[in-house]
């Protein structure tokens, strides 16, 4: 049926378009149409714009009336709305509408059932990916306008192919900075860069077109298609199906006149129905039907599912999770997820890894867990998508839009068709214990072979609630990005980067974000690690950066140019003092209620104007605050932290105060944000300092320990073991330094990870008494760290303060070796020690006890050294301190052998210029049979293989290496750069060493 009596000439323009298919291959070019009644028409989705703007407090009454009634420019109130919200809030309110398509609709399963020769879309959804990969067992790619290469290989695809990707002209959904919504708009997009108007121009002269699902007051057509098509010869060559408004027909010989002037287009009208619910377009469905049973898709040009059981190399098939994954340029980014068990019970081992595909092939009902931004979804959608690549069947859906009882789901059209005995799988996203076990419980009974995924997206893991454990329920917690999926990351965006320069990269997003307390989700790692790698360069920048860099995009409006307006400046200032008020409370929380409050003093304050809803609404569509009931809680506690410590280091009488009052020390994050913005933190560093000098005293008066060292005047004996020693060196420089894979192994701290999973603000109040040195030292180490202006003598003071906290680790841990070596796990007054060593001649004594825990008590003893060397220089050896190390390489202060090697070990690490001839030096003031110099030996040794180096680091590293072999076994305090590139070359060689002197000076 083509409403041949409504419309005249309908059967006519269908054969036309019929031979056209024929002939030469038709484009389809899809509109809003299409995807409804599924997602909103353009107009609602501007009123809707309008209303929640109003409904936000961004507009006042008359103005949200005034943009409702505006009909004939909706891209300006699309402007208008930017004003008023931002123009990247809005985008990203629109995107999550448009993503939020879990099901195809009919329109866009018969698009992709009929023989077009490619598809160009204006809408943000992947309606016609999934419509497509259900039909054909087969994923199709998706391509924007910015794509350029791609879009010319579009435009060249060869028609008797399979179907090239759907390319969305006017951006995706995955991408909110891609898709083009405002009158301004239109211009960046087409004007600025006129080859896209060109590119399409050239679809229509090149390739003959159908249009579907584009109204009469449509942007697209009032604006641009007229541009395109006036130029192009007056023969009608393109097509469309126009819907006509049932209750008014209007003159239709009149209407294909002007579509054919204007836009040389032949049309096929159908009648648009009037309802309660709004407009209906069903009749369209009827023409589309009829085009594709006259022109279906052959298998030809679609991979049958048998196919597909026998290519593996076949993609991604339904639901397209890639459709909302990050995107840098072209280029996808997608990591496996990193999925653990959660489960206390016997048989579920916890804290043990598992592949996804491993949890598909299980037999056993899935819940998994994670917060929000961890890319569950995406991980459900993944699920479905490799079960039906697999042949068996699966449906994902919102667990809210699943009926809670059996005959509702019975009637659900994804359910209806699946008979009671039928293996599926279920994908329920959105799931919670409390509002969805009773829809669990009632697929169980209906269907009895159905395994079921639960998605929980929450703060806090949790668990299933028990009444489900005969179900087979199992839990796994989903963990944010891992450093070998930041390495991916980094590749993508500096792929030009050597190996080195990327662990540097690596390294610095992966601490920076834990020490800041910030989850290693992937919108986090993706955002600083394009701050790092702009432009493909590697920019290093302070952990505070980061957080600046965040609030600034969540606070900036375009109307900020104006000097007359409340700018991101001011609201941040204003939300500064805000949270110092909450913080002075002890609350960390807020009401709206208190948020106005608030608001009105400080205008009546300052004498300034703002809307303080709209300030409001920024912050909370920029997630930098969470609603959690009436309340806002900050989404990183480090942003609480960010807004007191501004505030705090704006003034310098608020400084005095914090420090008196040890206020400073009270609030998590707050003294590395300190000591990031004050012009000079030296108060900062010389409080900290003085508070962690007197506590060790106290320390030592309670405990006389000060300068044990078992280690002091031992001998490194000489013996026929030196020989294996210096083998066993040269074996380890030949394989050169850990492999990408194993460095990343070594350098994951598993307990810095999941302390990003606690983002509850504290307020604690500081009593001095109750504070160790283990605290005090961990409070300078990270200001020290943090510090961006600082006197050198405060920072020299610190550092010796801290160095000082480790070697009072180091005196603790020598009085505790028997227990050490016997418990395995020792904590004492704040001071922790973990024993890893593994006594490998244990067993080959076992019957003599007493001789084992001499031995083990031995192996711990002469570990300590070594152990607190590297302990220090991970905790703070960083490349900034590198200075302040050189600077106390002859302080009177290193005045023992423990805190000469915590020195070396910083040194070493933190390699700042002139590192290399520092090291030499000490090695030379060391005596060969000094047993520090063999701790200093494994010190160099293990930063070579397992740390981070540029090359020229890693031959600096050889010579150091070389200097002590030298001094070790021929004296030489000093040796010539000939005698170390002798040296170089046998421990590359893997020769022995000659044992005869060598003359200093050859």
């Given amino acids: 049926m083509l409403f041949e009596d409504l419309y005249p000439g309908n059967a006519s323009v269908m054969e036309k378009l019929l031979a056209a298919m024929e002939a030469g291959g038709v484009t389809a070019f899809t509109g809003a149409g299409t995807s409804m009644p599924a997602l909103p028409s353009w107009g609602t989705l501007v009123r809707n714009l309008v209303d929640e703007a109003a409904k936000d407090g961004r507009l006042d009454g008359v103005t ?27 985008k990203a309110r629109v995107c999550r509408l448009f993503s939020s398509l879990d099901r195809p609709t009919e329109a866009h399963t018969l698009l992709v059932r009929t023989a077009f020769d490619r598809i160009l879309t204006l809408n943000y959804d992947a309606g016609l990916e999934m419509a497509y990969a259900e039909q054909h067992s087969q994923h199709v790619q998706s391509i924007t306008a910015v794509q350029v290469s791609e879009v010319d290989d579009w435009l060249r695809h ?96 009149l209407e294909r006149r002007k579509y054919s002037t204007k836009y040389k287009l ?83 081992p916890v804290d043990t890894k598992i592949s996804l595909s491993e949890l598909l092939a299980g037999n056993f009902n899935c819940n998994l867990m994670a917060p929000h931004e961890y890319g569950l979804s995406n991980i459900g959608k993944r699920i479905v998508s490799e079960l039906i690549l697999a042949g068996r069947k699966a449906l994902y859906r919102d667990a809210h839009g699943v009926p809670k009882y059996r005959k509702g789901i019975q009637a659900d059209v994804d359910f209806a068709a699946l008979q009671p005995l039928e293996e599926f799988t279920v994908v329920l996203d959105n799931f919670s214990v409390v509002e969805h076990q009773r829809t669990v419980r009632e697929l169980v009974g209906t269907y009895e072979k159905v395994r079921i995924f639960v998605l929980q997206k929450t703060n806090f893991n949790g668990d299933l609630d028990d009444s489900l454990s005969e179900l087979k329920f199992k839990s796994f917690n989903v963990a944010g990005f891992s450093r070998w999926d930041i390495r991916s990351v980094v590749n993508i965006m500096a792929p030009d980067r050597n190996s080195d320069d990327t662990s540097v990269i690596v390294e610095k997003v992966y601490a920076d974000l834990l020490q800041l307390c910030i989850p290693l989700t992937p919108s986090n790692v993706i955002m600083y690690s394009s701050v790092l790698c702009k432009d493909g360069s590697f920019s290093p920048v302070s952990r505070l950066h980061i957080v600046d860099r965040f609030v600034a995009e969540a606070l900036q409006r375009a109307s900020d140019a104006y000097a007359d307006n409340f700018n991101f400046i001011n609201k941040i200032d204003l939300i500064s003092e805000f949270c110092y008020v909450l913080f002075t409370k002890g609350i960390p929380t807020f009401t709206e209620s208190e948020w106005i409050h608030y608001c009105k003093e400080y205008k009546g304050k300052n004498l300034v104007e703002f809307s303080a809803t709209q300030i409001l609404g920024d912050l909370h569509n920029g ?56 012009p000079d933190c030296s108060p900062v560093l010389e409080d900290l300092t003085q508070k962690l000098t007197l506590s060790m005293e106290q320390f030592y008066e309670s405990y006389p320990i000060r300068g044990l060292d078992f280690h002091k005047d ?69 200001a020290l760290e943090g510090a961006k202006q600082a006197s050198a003598g405060s920072k ?39 024993n890893l060593i593994e006594d490998k001649h244990a067993s080959e004594e076992t019957s003599d006890e007493e001789a084992n825990k001499e031995r083990m008590q031995g192996l711990v003893a002469y570990a300590l050294p070594h152990s607190m060397g590297r302990n220090a220089a991970d905790q703070f050896g960083s490349r900034k ?52 110099l063999r ?68």
């Fill in 158 to 253: 060869d028609a008797t192919s399979n179907l090239p990707p759907i390319l969305h002209w006017h951006g995706r959904s995955a991408d909110a900075s891609s898709i083009i919504l405002s009158g301004s708009d239109y211009v960046s997009f087409y004007e600025r860069y006129s080859a896209r108007k060109e590119t399409l121009r050239d679809v229509f002269k090149t390739h003959q077109v159908l249009m579907v699902g584009f109204g009469f007051s449509d942007p697209f057509i009032e604006r641009e298609l007229n541009s395109v098509m006036q130029p192009l010869p007056k023969a009608n060559s393109h097509f469309a199906i126009i819907g006509v408004d049932a209750d008014n027909q209007g003159n239709i010989q």
């Fill in 623 to 678: 997630r930098i605050v969470v609603k959690d009931g009436s309340s806002y809680v900050f989404r990183y506690r480090m942003f609480f932290s960010y807004f007191v410590g501004r505030c705090i280091a704006d003034r310098p009488e608020m400084l005095r105060y914090c420090l008196a009052e040890n206020r400073h020390l009270e609030l998590d994050g707050l003294v590395e944000v300190l000591c990031g913005m004050l």
């Fill in 796 to 834: 020299k003071a610190a550092a010796v303060a801290v160095m000082g906290g480790h070697v009072l680790a180091y005196e603790v841990a020598s009085v505790f070796i028997p227990l050490i070596a016997e418990k395995k796990y020792v904590s004492w007054n704040g001071f922790t020690y973990i």
């Fill in 266 to 348: 032949e049309t096929l009208f159908y009648p648009v129905g009037n309802t309660y619910a709004g407009p209906d377009h069903k009749a369209l469905l009827v023409i589309l039907e009829a085009i594709a049973a006259s022109r279906p898709r052959s298998a030809s040009r679609a991979v049958t599912s048998q196919m597909i059981n026998k290519q593996p190399a076949v993609k991604e098939a339904t639901i397209s999770y890639r459709s909302s994954l990050f995107t840098i340029g072209d280029k996808v980014i997608y990591c496996e997820p990193n999925i653990w068990h959660a489960n206390s019970g016997a048989d579920a």
């Fill in 714 to 782: 031992a001998k490194w004996e000489a013996s026929k073991q030196d020989s294996l020693l210096w083998d066993t060196v040269s074996d380890r420089l030949d394989k050169g330094p850990a492999s990408t894979q194993e460095l990343d192994e070594l350098k994951t701290s598993i307990h810095a990870e999941r302390r990003t999973a606690d983002q509850k603000v504290s307020i604690i109040k500081f009593i001095a008494s109750e504070k160790s040195v283990t605290n005090n030292a961990w409070y300078l180490t990270t």
């Fill in 881 to 932: 301190l590198g200075q302040v190390f050189l600077a106390l390489r002859d302080d009177n202060a290193i005045d023992t052998n423990i805190k000469r090697h915590l020195l070396f070990c910083l040194l070493i690490k933190s390699k700042p210029t002139g590192w290399l001839l520092s090291a030499k030096k000490q090695v030379g003031d060391t005596r060969r049979d000094d047993i520090y």
């Fill in 64 to 90: 949200a009336a005034s943009l409702r009634a505006e009909t004939k420019d909706v891209l300006y109130v699309i402007d208008e709305i930017y004003n008023a919200v931002g123009e990247a809030q809005t």
């Fill in 935 to 1002: 701790h200093m030996l494994y010190a160099a040794l293990m930063q070579f293989n397992s740390e981070i180096n540029s090359e020229s680091e890693r031959q600096g590293l050889k010579e150091l290496l070389a200097t002590m072999r030298l001094r070790r076994d021929v004296n030489l305090r000093s040796p010539s750069p000939k005698a170390i590139k002798r040296a170089i070359g046998q421990l590359d060689a893997g020769g022995f060493w000659e044992r005869e002197k060598e003359d200093p000076n050859s």
